[in-house]
């Protein structure tokens, strides 16, 4: 066994937000490198000057600060290192395994065509590498446009064992012939810059997607000439929505950062995530990050692609909800409470409804919270489950006060009786209220026609919690006041 320790890297290009493939793969990564006590590189490949921008950069790591993903050493960035590429780029072209190619479009192009005329897969067919030094002197002097590329040697069958996938065997001759690694200005192209950072950062194991299988021989083919180390590779299957589709938008899977903003939880992703490629080989499916870290291997993971089922994801999400201790659980609701417009924070602990303007206390919130504990599936529901509490007039119709077949008359009578009820309870206890209640309604032909009624005057809603711990909630004076309220409108 290698003694060396583990650098794994996560090398994302900053051209979009965070979506759940790159997410997969930089959860991997930290587990690999958290399991094998190793190293996380954070490497942002941002060559591609066009397409990169800053704001994706910064999506993707407080992405992945918010999730737990924590690196150990960057980020770096490939803009900022072009001088280690040229280092390395100039010892290619000084041994001569790099050459300057003056091929132009057309010349390619017009190649191209001729070998699909003759049922050949594409390739460079290496004009240029043919050419003197004083050839290539001349065409520099005259200001020919050129690109470096790199010998292939032909018919070599590279083999990797990859980490996932097992054996995978490569012939050269399949690549497509010597191949482009840098521009003109010595700035590299994805292959290249990638070999040498993975060396110069001393990276010892690449883990990403089976999308790069394809670069592998390349990066091996750029190592060899370079003649340094090959790392490990371990290519993690494709994600697929449960249609068996390429993974979208239509499948419910937006950036991770959108997963926040709906109200998923962190730990929750972590989780659900984790099991996109991998599973402990149990039927439990809810693991803190400390048990996946303990239990990953990566040698577990699967070679056919992982199905991305939302669902699944929601399920997940409501297990922690209702494992969150509910102080936490509130602090967490807030913050959409206050987007809404629901709450106003005024101080530390200190909200004010915005509708009614009344002053409302974290443990008051804490208690309305506590009644959707169980129910709540994703944070950004509270506020339509939640909203009547803080509302001055509740919006509903007049027919929904009314129990089953029930007549006018006999709604009003019960809601003058829950008038009454309510008026003479002297101590406004919880178990109070509802055995009282309890006790009236059963001496009704039927409970619902005193409770149902109850219900929808104080919280306006078909669905909502139970009448007794609204009531409860709301205080004796303004339960009286919505059921007053609700008289009114019969
Ligand atoms: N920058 C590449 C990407 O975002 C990563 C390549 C790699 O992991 O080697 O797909």
Redesign the pocket.
């Known amino acids: 066994m290698s003694l060396k320790k583990i650098r794994v890297r996560f ?3 900053p051209t979009g937000n965070l979506h759940i493939g ?1 997410t997969r ?1 930089a959860l991997f990564n930290f587990l690999y490198a958290q399991k094998m006590k190793g190293e996380f590189v954070l490497r942002i ?1 941002d060559t591609d000057k066009e397409r990169s921008k800053e704001e994706y950069e910064d999506d993707i790591m407080r992405s992945l600060e918010w999730i737990g993903v924590k690196w150990d050493l960057g980020p770096f960035r490939q803009s900022e290192r072009s001088d280690v590429y040229k280092k390395y780029l100039n010892k290619l072209i000084e041994s001569g395994k790099v050459y300057p190619c003056f091929c132009t479009k057309e010349k390619l192009e017009e190649n191209r065509k001729k070998q699909q005329e003759r049922k050949e897969p594409p390739r460079y067919e290496g004009d240029c590498a043919s050419l003197s030094e004083e050839e290539r002197k001349k065409m520099i002097e005259d200001g020919m446009d050129f690109v470096f590329r790199i010998k292939v040697p032909q018919g070599k069958i590279v083999e990797i064992q990859d980490k996932i996938k097992g054996k995978i065997e490569f012939n050269t001759s399949d690549i497509g012939g010597d191949f482009v690694v840098a521009k003109k200005d010595l700035s590299p192209l ?1 292959n290249f810059a ?1 070999v040498v950072d993975d060396y110069d950062m001393g990276v010892t194991d ?1 883990i ?2 089976d999308d ?1 299988i394809s ?1 592998t021989p390349k990066q091996i083919i750029i190592s060899e000439a370079l003649n340094i180390p090959i790392p490990s590779f371990a290519h993690l299957p494709l994600i697929l929505g449960p249609d068996k589709n390429k993974l979208s938008k239509r499948h419910g899977a937006v950036s991770l950062y959108e997963y926040k903003e709906q109200g998923y939880l962190p730990e929750a992703l972590f989780n659900f995530i984790s099991l996109l490629g991998w599973n402990p080989g149990t039927e439990e499916e809810i693991y803190s990050p400390e048990k996946i870290i303990e239990m990953f291997l990566l040698e577990k993971c699967q070679k056919s692609p992982a199905v991305f089922d939302i669902e699944k994801l929601k399920y997940i999400n409501g297990r922690y909800i209702r494992s969150r201790k509910i102080e936490q659980l509130t602090k967490d609701c807030i913050p959409f409470l206050v987007k809404e417009n629901i709450l106003k924070e005024l101080s530390s602990n200190n909200y004010q409804a915005v509708e009614t303007k009344k002053e409302v206390s974290f443990k008051e919130i804490e208690q309305i919270i506590g009644l959707y504990q169980e129910r709540l599936k994703y944070l950004s529901e509270v506020g339509e489950l939640v909203d009547y509490f803080f509302k001055e007039e509740l919006e509903y119709e007049k027919e929904l006060l009314f129990w089953k077949n029930a007549e006018e008359e006999e709604i009003k009578k019960s809601i003058d009786k829950s008038i009454k009820i309510l008026l003479n309870i002297k101590e406004w206890e919880k178990e109070k209220i509802e055995e009282i209640l309890i006790g009236e309604a059963n001496r009704m032909k039927n409970r619902g026609l005193l409770l149902w009624p109850l219900r929808v005057a104080v919280s306006g809603k078909k669905a909502s919690a139970s009448p007794f711990d609204i009531v409860y909630l709301l205080g004796k004076e303004e339960a009286l006041n919505r059921l007053k309220k609700a008289l009114k409108k019969l």
Do not use: D, K, L, Q
């Open positions: 090398a994302p290009s790159a793969t490949e994805y990638c690449v990403r997607g790069h670069n």
